[in-house]
């Protein structure tokens, strides 16, 4: 059974001018129908404005369509009933770790979501303990947010969502505020969620580099889905992403050069490592 699954889902908001006035209606995500099962790490890739954070927020209700059916685990988001259980199924990380952090120490902050659940004291710090450690932050646990990097504070962010118990977490552009490093720091933790935990993972990125470890990929343009598979199929097809104004990794595109200019190389390298073994090396 899938844990998210969209129906022809249609999501319009309207365009006023300074003054108020009605300019128009945009459609920011246009009959989008798509299933993720249990378990799976997919990536929602896209430039800004394709459409792909507007279908994240409606993953954990945060928008409702204006045509279609959202299900989380079964339970339909416009059903207000279901909402604060699909919000405990369905967790969401946001772009800015300083807007999702309310505690003033790590462990206070991390145990919030469990605390406001009702969940027993006892069980609260076992679920902080778990999920900091989940995270490479159980270290952390007696700092101020204050103190941390933008990596860390993302993490703590994370964490806090997995001390829900949620089936499925949304990492909306989690990576999006952060330096190198630190979107390596997030990345890794997600996958860990997901090899480890077996938590659903949707990470919605424009960078292309994150989701070379995706199950599946989907490939939003102007609120469509422009393209679907798994990651060395969608990077088959350098031209297509060019188009979609997407960028694609260097080690993909250096392969891509080097197979038009002659060479015999396979389609789809993800890897640097990929291209050495191709190339003989």
Not at 172 to 185: K, N, Q, V
Not at 243 to 252: E, I
């Amino acid at each position: 059974m899938a844990i998210i699954e969209t129906r022809d889902l249609v999501f319009e908001y309207i365009r006023r001018d300074e003054e108020g006035n009605v300019e128009g209606i945009t459609r920011a995500v246009d009959d989008v129908s798509l299933s993720v099962k249990q378990g799976e790490f997919i990536a929602i890739l896209g430039h800004n404005g394709s459409g792909k954070s507007t279908l994240a927020k409606h993953i954990n209700a945060i928008l409702y369509p204006t045509e279609g059916t959202v299900w989380v685990d079964g339970m339909d988001t416009s059903d207000d009933e279901s909402l604060w259980e699909i919000r405990q199924r369905a967790g969401m990380v946001f772009q800015n770790p300083d807007n999702q952090i309310i505690g003033q120490v790590v462990e206070e902050d991390v145990g919030f979501g469990p605390e406001n659940l009702g969940v027993p004291t006892k069980e609260i710090w076992e679920r902080v303990e778990e999920s900091l450690k989940a995270v490479g932050m159980y270290e952390f646990r007696k700092y101020s947010p204050n103190k941390l990097s933008g990596g860390q504070k993302q993490r703590v962010s994370i964490a806090g969502v997995i001390a829900m118990h949620p089936k499925c977490i949304v990492l909306d552009e989690p990576t999006a505020m952060l330096d190198p490093s630190g979107r390596r720091e997030v990345i890794r933790a997600a996958r860990a969620l997901n090899d480890v935990e077996e938590i659903t993972v949707i990470l919605i990125t424009h960078y292309m580099e994150e989701i070379i470890y995706a199950d599946r990929v989907f490939v939003m343009d102007k609120g469509k889905v422009a393209m679907e598979g798994t990651p060395r199929e969608i990077f088959s097809h350098v031209e297509k992403l060019q188009s979609l104004r997407l960028d694609v990794p260097q080690v993909t595109m250096l392969s891509h050069e080097l197979k038009k200019s002659g060479l015999p190389l396979p389609d789809g390298i993800l890897t640097t490592q990929e291209l050495v073994e191709a190339l003989g090396l």
